[in-house]
């Protein structure tokens, strides 16, 4: 099992910027693919953007389409979500999570991080 951990949640303006960064251990980080997940209270574990092993293929969630960029060093076995224009529907935990074959569901997903907290004040 791969261990991930997220950084760079936290408190922040409508409009402003956030980067978040998901560490992996070991050294097969370029294997898999990658995803980010937000979930607010009461509400379903959403699929915000995902990015295939190689980083040439991505996906966005048509709520932060435009907005958020999803990008992977894999010298660094890192993924990162950059955030900006932030709205405060974004607030939620951010999670990401690693895929070893099919990435489309959240179901696909193998391995999770603990998730870091995003707020967005109005």
């Known amino acids: 099992q791969v261990q991930l951990v997220e950084s760079g949640g936290g408190l922040v303006q409508a409009g402003g910027s956030l980067r978040l960064s998901c560490a992996t251990s070991g050294n097969t980080f370029s294997w898999y693919h990658m995803g980010w997940f937000r979930q607010a209270p009461g509400k379903e574990r959403e699929l915000v953007a995902r990015?295939?092993?190689?980083?040439?293929?991505?996906y966005y969630s048509d709520s932060v389409k435009g907005r958020f960029t999803i990008s992977r060093d894999n010298t660094k076995n890192t993924v990162y979500l950059q955030m900006n224009s932030l709205k405060p529907e974004d607030a939620a935990v951010y999670y990401c999570?690693?895929?070893?074959?099919?990435?489309?569901?959240?179901?696909?997903?193998?391995?999770w991080g603990q998730g870091t907290q995003v707020t967005v004040s109005s």
């Open positions: 999570a690693l895929a070893r074959g099919a990435y489309f569901r959240w179901s696909d997903y193998d391995d």
């Open positions: 990015i295939r092993w190689n980083g040439y293929n991505t």
